[in-house]
């Protein structure tokens, strides 16, 4: 059974930091791509980046470029988000997806995310 599992979500002020992990069992891990996800009240779950099997490959929502940053250990079988100059807009539930088909490449297409996690809520304050 595979799971996913974030951590590291809470309450930052604006310009602040903050870095999700997401641990991953049930499944081997460094052969798939992994993606972040956020959803805020009222709003359709969005893309926020995506790194694909070595974390050779990087890729960010436009609002997030230059702020956030994904990364992985395949050792420890954990992707994080590390998240700077965080803005009140950034507030949301931050998922960590895994997208199992595709041969561990990157994409922002939500459809093509097939594991989720529960989510982890971070709120901004201004």
């Not at 998922?95 to 088909?101: E, F, I, N």
Request: charged share 20%; glycine share 12%.
């Amino acid at each position: 059974q595979v799971q996913l599992v974030e951590s590291g979500g809470g309450l930052v002020q604006a310009g602040g930091s903050q870095r999700l992990s997401c641990a991953v069992s049930g499944r081997t891990f460094n052969n798939v791509a992994m993606g972040w996800f956020r959803q805020a009240p009222g709003k359709e779950r969005e893309f926020v980046s995506s790194i694909n099997w070595s974390g050779g490959r990087k890729i960010y929502a436009d609002s997030v470029k230059g702020r956030f940053t994904i990364s992985r250990d395949n050792d420890k079988n954990t992707v994080y988000l590390q998240m700077d100059s965080l803005k009140p807009e950034d507030t949301g539930v931050y998922y960590c997806a895994m997208k199992s088909l595709g041969y561990g490449v990157v994409s922002d297409d939500i459809r093509l995310y097939d594991y989720w996690g529960q989510g982890t809520q971070v709120t901004v304050s201004s």
